[in-house]
């Protein structure tokens, strides 16, 4: 059932078995495992059903690291009931397994198990993500790898299949009914976690302190407590949580915070043709594909091939293309700033003559690029002296890129330069810098996809949670979503979110039997 925490009485004590901190799709996956089962589930979501401007801002922050986004602009998360589902592209893609492996060459790489371990997990993501039970491989679509064209079919780029949920699921109304009916299930809206609590040195929560805009305060007491709130305001909850240590809950190591990743977004380049007779749709990766009777979407996307980045030290990246016209081109070669490499690179010895129906449409295409984001302990979350709503400290975000994350950028769109250039495909023009310098494209963000800032790692000096995404030296708190993920590879974050959701609600039942 759903409360407005608004009415409860003031300090309140509300008792339980689990209690979920965050109501997006990590927090919703893990409730719906409870449903009608004797245990007794409290999920406290921030906000209310629809969005609300006060609720937004407790998102407050303020930012002095690189160019990052405002926190509590609403096109990077939501505050309110199914989180950022609420604007989530529906987009579900695979880790490729070198994520997840321990790479020498890179500092701090690694999860705690492989790939194959989530796989049981996977299954059942693909129904809450309504992308139907076909898997990802390019047989499953249709497509013949043998038939795919240099050059993206090796040696240093090869298709990958991102599926996307039809119709786009969103958390709310899809799953809120039937949390809602659940006689087991308690969904106080409204409510803000603000300090865990704990009355011993056993590395026990006692309680969990949750405000309201109106004024209200309460306390919840659970057996188990489960922190689903995001990488940025996971991060914030434990260290507001001084009542065991001024450092913060599961911070005796000073990690919880560190290693804050996104994707790094940006414009890569223009692919300029050969020929004017190509079809820049062996390109474009959007696709509707009949399977079975039903109308399914998947995006064709290029990513860098194994053997290359062990090869070459590189982090990975995704490229998709889209469609460009004669006013982008002329605005990108009026640029003075663009490296440029003869032969491999020069666009101008093309012949930009239109081949399309389209009036402006050039024989060409644009490369908007995804490049994956190594771990840096000094890109991090801290609190600030700032104070949000209700007057807790707000948070201090530092973002920080490495000149590996630059190298990694620049050699891989070299490396697609070389490859059209092989192919006798087109010549590319790239927008990023590739020079040795800490200079990035000059539209490079850092996409909503937050990761890090309580990593997962089996020896707690490297990590905030063990293998089970138990805070380390806590016996009852857990934590889910991005913000465990020890490294970000380049893949969408919310498939893998919801599995390691589900994998956690598995181990946390078994723990309450």
Same mark, same amino acid.
């Given at each position: 059932?759903?409360?407005?925490?608004?009415?409860?009485?003031?300090?309140?004590?509300?008792?339980?078995?689990?209690?979920?901190?965050?109501?997006?799709?990590?927090?919703?996956?893990?409730?719906?495992?409870?449903?009608?089962?004797?245990?007794?589930?409290?999920?406290?979501?921030?906000?209310?059903?629809?969005?609300?401007?006060?609720?937004?801002?407790?998102?407050?922050?303020?930012?002095?690291?690189?160019?990052?986004?405002?926190?509590?602009?609403?096109?990077?998360?939501?505050?309110?009931?199914?989180?950022?589902?609420?604007?989530?592209?529906?987009?579900?893609?695979?880790?490729?397994?070198?994520?997840?492996?321990?790479?020498?060459?890179?500092?701090?790489?690694?999860?705690?198990?492989?790939?194959?371990?989530?796989?049981?997990?996977?299954?059942?993501?693909?129904?809450?993500?309504?992308?139907?039970?076909?898997?990802?491989?390019?047989?499953?679509?249709?497509?013949?790898?043998?038939?795919?064209?240099?050059?993206?079919?090796?040696?240093?780029?090869?298709?990958?299949?991102?599926?996307?949920?039809?119709?786009?699921?969103?958390?709310?109304?899809?799953?809120?009914?039937?949390?809602?009916?659940?006689?087991?299930?308690?969904?106080?809206?409204?409510?803000?976690?603000?300090?865990?609590?704990?009355?011993?040195?056993?590395?026990?929560?006692?309680?969990?302190?949750?405000?309201?805009?109106?004024?209200?305060?309460?306390?919840?007491?659970?057996?188990?407590?489960?922190?689903?709130?995001? %990488? /940025?305001?996971?991060?914030?909850? =434990?260290?507001?949580?001084? *009542? &065991?240590?001024? #450092?913060?809950?599961?911070? @005796?190591?000073?990690?919880?915070?560190?290693?804050?990743?996104?994707?790094?977004?940006?414009?890569?380049?223009?692919?300029?043709?050969?020929?004017?007779?190509?079809?820049?749709?062996?390109?474009?990766?959007?696709?509707?594909?009949?399977?079975?009777?039903?109308?399914?979407?998947?995006?064709?996307?290029?990513?860098?091939?194994?053997?290359?980045?062990?090869?070459?030290?590189?982090?990975?990246?995704?490229?998709?293309?889209?469609?460009?016209?004669?006013?982008?081109?002329?605005?990108?070669?009026?640029?003075?700033?663009?490296?440029?490499?003869?032969?491999?690179?020069?666009?101008?010895?093309?012949?930009?003559?239109?081949?399309?129906?389209?009036?402006?449409?050039?024989?060409?295409?644009? %490369? /908007?690029?995804?490049?994956?984001? =190594?771990?840096?302990?000094? *890109? &991090?979350?801290? #609190?600030?002296?700032?104070? @949000?709503?209700?007057?807790?400290?707000?948070?201090?975000?530092?973002?920080?890129?490495?000149?590996?994350?630059?190298?990694?950028?620049?050699?891989?769109?070299?490396?697609?330069?070389?490859?059209?250039?092989?192919?006798?495909?087109?010549?590319?023009?790239?927008?990023?810098?590739?020079?040795?310098?800490?200079?990035?494209?000059?539209?490079?963000?850092?996409?909503?996809?937050?990761?890090?800032?309580?990593?997962?790692?089996?020896?707690?000096?490297?990590?905030?949670?063990?293998?089970?995404?138990?805070?380390?030296?806590?016996?009852?708190?857990?934590?889910?979503?991005?913000?465990?993920?020890?490294?970000?590879?380049?893949?969408?974050?919310?498939?893998?979110?919801?599995?390691?959701?589900?994998?956690?609600?598995?181990?946390?039942?078994?723990?309450?039997?």
């Amino acid at each position: 059932m759903f409360i407005d925490a608004r009415e409860l009485p003031s300090d309140a004590s509300i008792e339980g078995d689990v209690c979920i901190v965050g109501g997006g799709a990590a927090g919703i996956s893990i409730a719906r495992e409870f449903l009608n089962t004797r245990h007794r589930v409290i999920l406290l979501e921030s906000g209310d059903i629809l969005f609300n401007e006060e609720t937004q801002n407790l998102y407050l922050g303020q930012n002095i690291g690189q160019k990052y986004w405002d926190p509590k602009d609403i096109r990077f998360r939501l505050r309110f009931f199914g989180g950022t589902t609420n604007h989530w592209g529906g987009w579900c893609a695979m880790p490729d397994p070198l994520d997840f492996e321990v790479r020498p060459d890179i500092k701090y790489s690694g999860w705690p198990f492989p790939l194959t371990n989530l796989e049981p997990w996977y299954n059942r993501a693909k129904q809450l993500c309504r992308i139907g039970p076909y898997g990802f491989a390019l047989s499953d679509w249709g497509i013949d790898p043998s038939s795919i064209p240099p050059p993206f079919n090796g040696p240093h780029f090869n298709f990958q299949i991102v599926r996307v949920s039809k119709p786009i699921v969103r958390f709310s109304p899809v799953y809120g009914p039937s949390l809602e009916l659940a006689q087991n299930i308690r969904i106080f809206l409204n409510a803000n976690g603000i300090y865990f609590e704990t009355e011993t040195d056993n590395g026990e929560v006692t309680a969990l302190r949750v405000a309201t805009l109106s004024g209200k305060r309460f306390s919840v007491r659970t057996k188990l407590y489960i922190l689903a709130s995001g %990488a /940025i305001e996971n991060a914030r909850l =434990l260290l507001l949580s001084r *009542s &065991r240590a001024q #450092l913060g809950f599961g911070n @005796d190591r000073d990690l919880v915070g560190r290693f804050l990743m996104a994707h790094l977004s940006y414009t890569g380049g223009i692919v300029a043709f050969m020929s004017a007779s190509t079809d820049p749709a062996m390109f474009y990766g959007r696709q509707l594909y009949i399977r079975d009777g039903r109308q399914l979407r998947y995006v064709r996307a290029l990513s860098l091939a194994e053997k290359t980045r062990r090869e070459r030290a590189l982090p990975n990246m995704r490229l998709v293309f889209g469609p460009i016209n004669a006013k982008k081109i002329n605005s990108i070669k009026r640029r003075s700033d663009l490296d440029q490499i003869p032969d491999l690179y020069d666009i101008e010895s093309i012949d930009m003559q239109t081949n399309r129906k389209e009036a402006g449409e050039l024989s060409g295409i644009l %490369a /908007i690029a995804g490049s994956e984001q =190594l771990p840096n302990p000094e *890109s &991090r979350i801290t #609190l600030s002296e700032i104070k @949000d709503g209700l007057g807790m400290q707000a948070v201090k975000i530092n973002w920080q890129l490495l000149r590996q994350d630059k190298r990694g950028m620049a050699e891989g769109h070299r490396l697609l330069g070389i490859e059209l250039g092989r192919a006798n495909l087109g010549r590319y023009q790239t927008f990023v810098p590739l020079d040795e310098k800490d200079t990035w494209p000059d539209d490079m963000i850092a996409n909503g996809h937050c990761m890090g800032t309580t990593r997962m790692h089996a020896d707690e000096r490297l990590g905030v949670v063990d293998e089970n995404c138990r805070v380390h030296g806590m016996k009852n708190l857990y934590i889910a979503g991005s913000s465990v993920f020890p490294t970000g590879g380049a893949f969408n974050p919310t498939f893998t979110i919801v599995a390691l959701a589900l994998r956690l609600a598995d181990y946390v039942k078994n723990e309450l039997t």
